[in-house]
């Protein structure tokens, strides 16, 4: 990556463009491709064309890589398309934008980094605010931009994707977090084997001194550990009582056994965070910050101070006595069962109080293992999108009335004949949002403008 040197960027998104301004600005000759179009694309590509650099929308070809010495690579862009897989076959260098990011920083960084099926952005920003540091990477900040800059951060925590996973190789984090595993992108990693080994490069560059924390109660997580182990110290966490080298739950506290004796770090009654899935990320982030040298006596106050950001179990209103919660990133089962698993059951006295509206993009999962969720949490249903009528056929199967209202802003008035006061209108998808909406952002909003059209609205949360 020496001026001169001819690099080609593949995707023109938020990291594209953010590693081919890098790259521009180092006095590197870039092309970039997109094989989509649109204005959005147009207008950064005219940006980048201003700066110098070649620009190619509406197709990626083999011929693409002809005279260029590195690839680098957007999340999500097919790893057999042509642009790729020619790049392997001639032997080309492909690097993901935060692979980039790190040989760009030259070891001037710290760099921690959390990984998941779900619960990463929460992890990471909880992790930030605990250190002080900042937060980037597949939360919305390339990192590229952060540890590519004339002078970086000193801590910079990062969220990683399997994608963005797929094509490093020399990044390394100090502390890597693994936080789940669950099929999920089985389609664009060829399998759950694929999806396994692009998170376990979180640590494959470690040193010995490094820690990899590791959810010791997650069995997908437990087998990337052992298929692929960390090279370096590990540590885990539990929502059980800990042992030593871990950091878990006991007494109504977040506990850490990670030296001689159990310390208590804050009361789980302090959280503004709720569900079982969230006490495990805030442990999680305990963990992470205490192998990174934190005080465990220093992280009651930003942890209490934390509230997880939009469409994230996020409370939108209350009309007619039920609530409506927007969890639009739940974009897989494993994020949807943690979903309805925050507003409790059967089994504790309530009953099935959950609406739920579930559908989008299957990205090639299927939703069996949801079937217990919902049987204990949810009394009715609508569904949406192109996976609409398959989740449909599991709550009907389930004996639970559903409603096939096929786009959001169908499911969320059905949802409201369907509910009664004390129930919870819940959008937690299980499934992508791309055949419908740009992100899941997009639907976010779109569920929250669904319900400030419903009649006779109080509202209680944000808009």
């Known amino acids: 990556m020496t001026p001169g040197s001819r690099v080609l960027v593949v995707g023109l998104g938020v990291s594209g463009e953010a590693a081919a301004r890098e ?3 180092r006095g590197v000759e870039v092309h970039a491709v997109d094989a989509a179009h649109s204005p959005a694309l147009a207008a950064r590509a005219e940006a980048l064309r201003a700066r110098g650099a070649t620009v190619g929308l509406g197709r990626s070809t083999a011929a693409d890589v002809d005279g260029v010495d590195l690839v680098v690579t957007s999340p999500g862009v097919p790893q057999d398309g042509p642009v790729l897989a020619a790049a392997v076959r001639r032997g080309v260098p492909v690097y993901s934008e935060p692979e980039l990011a790190w040989r760009l920083a030259a070891g001037r960084i710290r760099l921690l980094a959390v990984t998941g099926t779900n619960g990463k952005t929460t992890t990471t920003e909880l992790l930030a605010a605990c250190l002080g540091a900042l937060a980037a990477g597949n939360i919305g900040t390339p990192l590229v931009s952060v540890l590519g800059a004339d002078e970086p951060p000193a801590v910079v925590v990062a969220e990683l994707s399997s994608f963005q996973l797929q094509f490093t190789h020399t990044l390394r984090p100090e502390v890597a977090v693994l936080l789940n595993l669950a099929p999920d992108h089985l389609d664009w990693h060829g399998g759950l084997d694929g999806y ?3 998170k376990a490069r979180v ?6 001194s490094d820690w990899a924390i590791v959810n010791a109660e997650d069995a997908g997580a437990q087998a990337i550990a052992a298929a692929h182990p960390p090279p370096g110290r590990r540590a885990a966490f539990t929502l059980s009582p800990p042992r030593q080298g871990q950091v878990g739950v006991d007494g109504g506290a977040i506990v850490a056994f990670l030296g001689e004796e159990p310390v208590e770090v ?4 302090e959280l503004a965070i709720r569900g079982p899935h969230n006490l495990a990320n805030a442990a999680a982030t305990v963990a992470a910050a205490c192998c990174a040298g934190a005080d465990p006596s220093a992280l009651a106050a930003p942890m209490r101070g934390y509230s997880a950001g939009a469409h994230r179990l996020e409370v939108v209103a209350t009309v007619d006595g039920v609530v409506y919660v927007n969890d639009s990133k739940a974009t897989n089962p494993h994020a949807a069962a943690a979903a309805l698993a925050s507003f409790g059951g059967a089994d504790d006295g309530g ?8 559908g989008g993009l ?16 949810v009394r009715a249903a609508t569904t949406i999108g192109t996976a609409g009528p398959d989740l449909a056929r599991l709550v009907e199967e389930l004996g639970l009335p559903v409603i096939q209202a096929g786009t959001l802003d169908v499911a969320v008035r059905a949802a409201a004949d369907l509910a009664r006061p004390g129930d ?5 998808p299980a499934c992508a949002s791309m055949d419908q909406f740009r992100d899941y952002a997009e639907r976010g909003r779109a569920f929250r403008s669904a319900v400030a059209a419903l009649p006779r609205r109080e509202v209680v949360g944000g808009q």
Do not use: D, H
Request: aromatic share 8%.
């Open 203 to 208: 640590w494959r560059s470690q040193r010995p």
């Open 362 to 377: 299957a990205k090639g999962l299927t939703f069996e293992s949801l079937r217990a969720e919902v049987a204990r949490y």
């Open 424 to 428: 919870t209108v819940l959008l937690a």
């Open 266 to 269: 804050v009361g789980v009654g």
């Open 23 to 25: 790259l521009l600005r």
């Open 196 to 198: 396994q080994a692009a």
């Open 351 to 358: 009953g099935r109080r959950v609406v739920w509206i579930a």
